[in-house]
């Protein structure tokens, strides 16, 4: 057991892609769903979707809150299904990333055990990347209440809330975090599969 429980964020409206719902676009030959499933689940105990069972498969739970709120309702979501296995941590991730590094979760995994975090997120290029974030399960009860304070749903407020740890990735020749979210970047993203 790695401890360790994972979603792929896949509810959101998807609406710079165009006419194809982001997680059924297609990268090399498989869906953007299909990559972030593969990177993401051997990492992992036990691995949902947050996003539309039509879309997403059985395995997907839907959001647990009416309304679109954003991604913070996924991992809301997820902390509260019964799918999840009884591990500490909850490791997020979306499904448009399809670049994400195999050893990222134990990296992070490494870097919030030693401080004892309630998240360790990662950064890049000094930016941070929430998306792509380790979190220990005891933040139910902050997530909840961030829900109903926090309106738009970002993660911004509970990393700088709770007691969060940041992990420098050092920068690569792909970025691993790069993020897909129209046309451009899918096209963008073929040619960088080639780097």
């Known amino acids: 057991m790695i401890n360790i429980d994972g979603v792929i964020l896949a509810a959101g409206r998807s609406s710079r892609m165009g006419p194809v719902n982001k997680v059924q676009s297609l990268l090399a030959g498989r869906t953007l769903l299909e990559h972030a499933k593969t990177n993401l689940a051997p990492q992992v105990d036990t691995l949902v979707i947050n996003g539309d069972i ?3 498969g059985d395995n997907a739970i839907g959001d647990k809150l009416e309304g679109f709120k954003g991604p913070l309702v996924g991992l809301y979501s997820a902390l509260v299904s019964e799918a999840l296995s009884r591990a500490e941590y909850l490791m997020m991730a979306p499904c448009d990333g399809p670049f994400m590094p195999d050893n990222l979760v134990a990296v992070l995994y490494s870097k919030i055990a030693e ?21 220990h399960k005891r933040v139910m009860p902050a997530v909840e209440q961030a829900l109903l304070v926090n309106k738009n749903g970002g993660f911004k407020p509970l990393l700088e809330g709770l007691n969060s740890v940041y992990l420098d990735w050092s920068e690569q020749a792909v970025n691993p975090f790069f993020n897909i979210n129209t046309q451009d970047d899918l096209a963008e993203a073929e040619l960088l599969l080639c780097l």
Request: proline fraction near 4%; include cysteine; charge should be negative.
């Open 54 to 56: 039509d879309l997403c």
């Open 115 to 135: 401080t004892d975090a309630d998240i360790a997120c990662v950064r890049y290029q000094g930016v941070a990347q929430p998306t792509f974030s380790l979190w």
